[in-house]
């Protein structure tokens, strides 16, 4: 990355390059500002192509939380996504350990079989699954939104490939003295492994937080959606009665907190991204 | 070093089986269940409410003369064919773009991957305002062009075009990413080779960047298959399948299957015959890749 030698030039130009990155640029972020914005505008002045109004206000928002029950369903989105990163890096990093450092038969097999379960698509479990939460009766409770994805095998592999790298030297050491694996584990290997416990809980609790179909398929209940699914049943059915201001605050509500974790993390959410070339 | 690794094997063996045991129960619970009964659903007739009825192969010969399936796998080529071209292209371009020494690379790339951060709801939904044919951003545009309004997601022939484009400017970000990634680890003593040799800016481009970036288009391709096949919150959230169910998925007319119709058994059977389709697809494209390698 660094130190970089000249390269073939584009034959575009200085000028050329920076005009195309701008439109790039522009394209990519004029939607979310036009969002943004057009949720804080009266309702006849949204659809204009103008991301500046003399009427802004947060009347749209006013309308948004008397309506339907946004702060329960960021609340809901918080505690699953939360958990279900917290469970993902806890268990992943165990199974990572286990798999990089222990001896134990049947530790080979388990690799491939990790491996295979990765390249199952979810349409195929996507039935039986909810089957089975119907059968548990945890159908409307938070246990049907976490416990799917509260182990991945995606995680176990990340955290294998990055305990690898950490010396043996270290853990028999740690041995030697006595520690069981388990306090070797929390005590020596995580503090050591802070990028790939921020890769994995990144990852995780972007595509948690973003997840629609899951909830949609478990939750019937208002009191208990997520927000993805709460701002996906008030924009496409006909909860807001066509105020498209109102859709707009509610779009935006969602996009807020995941936006806002970006903007301090971003280098972190690229690289996390790029090293593993996965959406999570 | 190896002695004292082995000090204590039990102990080793016995942690293991501790910290392994979260994974193997998810794996038994939410893998190896769901992929067994998703096999004994195949050949059942199932509403959830009443008994499971067994139906024998019906199941997979109604799957054979279902034109609604193959239309919804058409639906989601055709998705597949517009959207990774069109990603592989402008993903390269912005790589190769940002790859120059520029100012101000990391906002540039920032910028670009904000859509791929943001949920797909989110999305789906302003594109929708970006869309609309009366109002829409987009034909607004055109009309401050001199350029007759388009129906964008209202007509057969433009919806799943449209829908494409708009997967594709959610994701290209990612893909940049990757291609700059690739870029920066070509070493760059091929490029002073090939200027002695006195080789012009297309020639190096054709012979070294585009040669040594095939593993990430290989990684690209399969990725961008993977997501594309399973399209679904951007049909469900647009269009509902139409007009005329021309951008209906086929993972949207599965779960339409399960959960509109309640036909548990059928639409195991069509998930089950769709896992297969995009399994071999994936596998085809690894075989070409390898074999271009080769």
Same mark, same amino acid.
């Given at each position: 990355m660094r130190s970089r030698v000249a390269r073939p030039s584009f034959s575009l130009g200085r000028t050329g390059i920076y005009l195309a990155l701008g439109l790039g640029a522009v394209v990519f972020a004029y939607p979310f500002l036009w969002m943004a914005m057009s949720s804080l505008k009266p309702e006849m002045e949204i659809t204009s192509l103008a991301l500046w109004s003399s009427h802004l206000g947060l009347h749209n928002y006013a309308q948004v939380l008397r309506k339907i029950p946004i702060f329960r369903a960021l609340l809901n989105s918080v505690v699953v996504s939360a958990t279900v990163t917290a469970c993902v890096v806890v268990f992943g990093s165990m199974g990572g350990y286990a798999l990089a450092k222990l001896r134990f038969r049947g530790s080979r097999p388990l690799l491939a079989v990790i491996l295979f379960t +990765? @390249? /199952? *698509? +979810?349409h195929v479990t996507l039935i039986p699954t909810y089957i089975l939460m119907v059968k548990l009766r945890w159908t409307d409770t938070y246990l049907a939104l976490i416990t799917p994805f509260a182990v991945s095998g995606f995680s176990l592999l990340v955290f294998r490939q990055f305990f @690898?790298? /950490? *010396?043996n030297d270290l853990i028999d050491a740690a041995r030697v003295d006595g520690c069981g694996e388990f306090r070797i584990l929390t005590r020596i290997v995580w503090p050591l492994s802070r990028p790939a416990m921020a890769t994995v809980a990144i990852l995780t609790f972007m595509s948690s937080w973003n997840e629609v179909l899951w909830p949609l398929i478990v939750i019937k209940k208002f009191d208990l959606m997520t927000l993805p699914q709460l701002v996906t049943i008030f924009a496409v059915g006909g909860q807001a009665e066509a105020q498209l201001g109102m859709k707009l605050a509610a779009a935006t509500l969602l996009a807020l907190p995941i936006v806002a974790a970006y903007v301090f993390l971003q280098r972190y959410f690229i690289e996390s991204m790029a090293t593993t070339g996965l959406k999570g | 070093m190896r002695g004292l690794r082995k000090r204590n094997p039990r102990g080793q063996a016995r942690a293991a089986s501790w910290m392994i045991l979260p994974y193997a129960l998810h794996f038994l619970v939410f893998l190896a269940y769901p992929l067994a009964f998703t096999f004994v659903l195949v050949f059942h007739r199932w509403d959830v409410f009443t008994p499971m009825e067994w139906v024998g192969l019906a199941n997979i010969a109604r799957l054979v003369r279902d034109e609604w399936f193959l239309r919804a796998i058409w639906n989601t080529l055709v998705f597949v064919v517009i959207h990774i071209p069109l990603q592989l292209i402008l993903a390269l371009f912005f790589a190769l773009l940002l790859n120059e020494k520029i100012r101000g690379r990391t906002f540039f790339r920032a910028t670009y991957f904000l859509p791929v951060v943001v949920s797909g709801v989110v999305v789906s939904f302003v594109w929708l305002q970006i869309y %609309? =044919?009366? %109002?829409g951003l987009l034909n607004q545009l055109l009309a401050l062009l001199g350029l007759p309004k388009l129906p964008w997601l209202t007509s057969r022939a433009l919806a799943m075009p449209s829908i494409a484009i708009m997967a594709t400017w959610k994701n290209v970000g990612l893909y940049i990413v990757l291609f700059l990634a690739g870029l920066q680890s070509i070493p760059s003593y091929l490029y002073e080779v090939a200027d002695l040799d006195g080789a012009s800016g297309w020639q190096k481009f054709r012979w070294i960047t585009f040669p040594m970036l095939n593993p990430t288009v290989v990684l690209v391709i399969v990725l961008s298959t993977i997501g594309g096949f399973s399209l679904f919150i951007e049909p469900y959230m647009m269009t509902d399948g139409g007009p005329e169910n021309s951008t209906l998925s086929a993972v949207l007319y599965i779960y339409r299957q399960a959960f509109?119709? =309640?036909r548990m058994g059928y639409a195991a059977t069509l998930g089950f015959a769709f896992a297969l389709m995009v399994f071999a697809v994936v596998l085809i494209q690894r075989r070409v890749s390898e074999g271009e390698a080769a």
């Open positions: +990765m @390249l /199952v *698509p +979810m @690898l790298s /950490v *010396p | %609309s =044919y009366e %109002s509109d119709f =309640y």
